[in-house]
């Protein structure tokens, strides 16, 4: 099959989103005029070791857009598969200004560089200044950067001075109504690595 994407492809579900994947799923935190706010992004990846940067793309005018637009910050909450409920109770459309905090009954964190709440107990937690926000081709697609000033690792994550990722299960999001929950892993060495 080959398609092009302004003709249409003719399945009855767009295939885009599951191409693409797994996906790590970037829960947002932000805290603006309207108050708190925290919002599960798939569109969501690092982008840079030195500075530390992430990225996320949002559709629409979203709570945490306009948040992130009005302080300047954001922090990036890892979800782990214990979450996934919260998770998705934070996906709801809920009226403007609602606190998904409280809405899905998740504790608060304060961070620690910048002025943003965070998702208490979370396995990692990065704290973000915006250094971009990009217009994207389409109907209210931006891609948000940010620059990492603080990371959270929760203790019974790190074994042996490694962050384990076995140890939290990391859920990530696949196309459709479909998730995956990273359990087991392996290592892989580069041609003419030691």
Not at 166 to 184: I, K, M, N
Request: with cysteine.
């Amino acid at each position: 099959m080959f398609y092009r994407p302004e003709e249409g492809h003719g399945l009855p579900h767009n295939p885009f989103n599951a191409i693409v994947t797994p996906r790590p799923i970037g829960w947002i935190s932000t805290r603006g005029p309207e108050g708190d706010n925290l919002a599960p992004y798939s569109f969501f990846n690092a982008v840079a070791y030195v500075p530390p940067q992430v990225m996320f793309a949002s559709t629409g005018a979203k709570d945490s857009l306009a948040a992130l637009q009005a302080s300047g910050v954001f922090c990036v909450n890892i979800v782990e598969a214990a979450a996934v409920d919260a998770m998705n109770a934070t996906s709801a459309a809920l009226p403007r200004g609602t606190d998904e905090f409280l809405h899905a009954g998740i504790a608060k964190a304060d961070c620690a560089t910048i002025d943003c709440p965070r998702v208490e107990g979370a396995p990692a937690a990065l704290e973000c200044r915006v250094t971009e926000v990009i217009a994207l081709k389409g109907r209210d697609n931006f891609l948000i950067v940010g620059e990492v000033t603080g990371v959270h690792l929760r203790d019974d994550c790190l074994v042996d001075g490694r962050f384990e990722v076995t140890r939290f299960s990391p859920l990530s999001r696949l196309g459709y109504r479909d998730y995956a929950v990273v359990r087991e892993t392996f290592e892989l060495t580069r041609p003419g690595e030691k």
